[in-house]
């Protein structure tokens, strides 16, 4: 157990619906970051925040927002989702905001029909 | 443009040493990270590096040549648990400092 949590584990939704996926970070822990990972484009990296601020942004979509609150938990917003965000969404946290060891929660399996 | 490359897949035996590769092409660099994946899991950290040598974590060690674009990561009397995939990704310091990962590596042990 990585101390980092993610909610909902597994999540069916329909194609231009909207979903809210949550991560607490590990205590203590000030940065967090999301990944998404599919099949066939691998592990991908969305954005990170370290203590409230977007510290680094990836290859995230416009219809994708992400924020961290002031008690450090973070949420993924994906909206008008489309078939292809069908994907394993993984939050991990670190205590500083770069080299530090990253730990990873379980990830949220999104399927969109 | 930004590129990293690492063998789709090797085989090793157990209790033998294999080194697996990584060539980046990026616009910046500021640190390369090696994660170990096994099926259906979160990925797990295994290290981290932004200076030239090598670093060692009892059996698992990673290198880094700035110069070359070029990692490895050792693993060391290998365990049949080290079959996973292995993931190379380096932080573009140029490119909002966002972190692009390789393919990944799948690495089979046998006994």
């Known amino acids: 157990d990585s101390g980092v949590t993610q909610t909902p584990k597994h999540l069916i939704t329909a194609t231009g619906q909207r979903v809210t996926l949550r991560c607490s970070p590990r205590s203590g822990d000030l940065s967090v970051y999301w990944y998404q990972q599919s099949l066939d484009q691998g592990l991908q990296f969305l954005i990170q925040?370290?203590?409230?601020?977007?510290?680094a942004k990836g290859n995230i979509l416009e219809r994708f927002s992400a924020q961290q609150f002031p008690d450090l938990h973070s949420e993924l917003n994906l909206s008008s989702l489309e078939l292809g965000d069908s994907a394993l969404y993984f939050c991990a946290s670190s205590v500083e905001d770069t080299q530090e060891t990253q730990y990873f929660g379980p990830g949220t399996r999104l399927l969109v029909l | 443009g930004q590129n990293i490359d690492q063998p789709t897949e090797m085989t090793a035996t157990e209790g033998a040493i294999v080194q697996i590769n990584c060539t980046y092409q990026t616009s910046g660099f500021n640190g390369l990270f090696w994660y170990q994946q096994h099926a259906g899991e979160a990925p797990t950290f295994l290290s981290y590096n932004v200076l030239d040598g090598l670093e060692e974590k009892g059996r698992f060690s990673s290198f880094l040549s700035r110069s070359k674009g070029y990692s490895y990561l050792l693993l060391k009397e290998l365990q049949m648990k080290d079959s996973a995939s292995y993931l190379c990704?380096?932080?573009?310091?140029?490119?909002?400092?966002?972190?692009?990962f390789g393919k990944g590596t799948r690495l089979h042990i046998l006994p």
């Open positions: 990704a380096v932080r573009d310091s140029e490119g909002d400092d966002k972190i692009i």
């Open positions: 925040y370290y203590n409230g601020e977007e510290r």
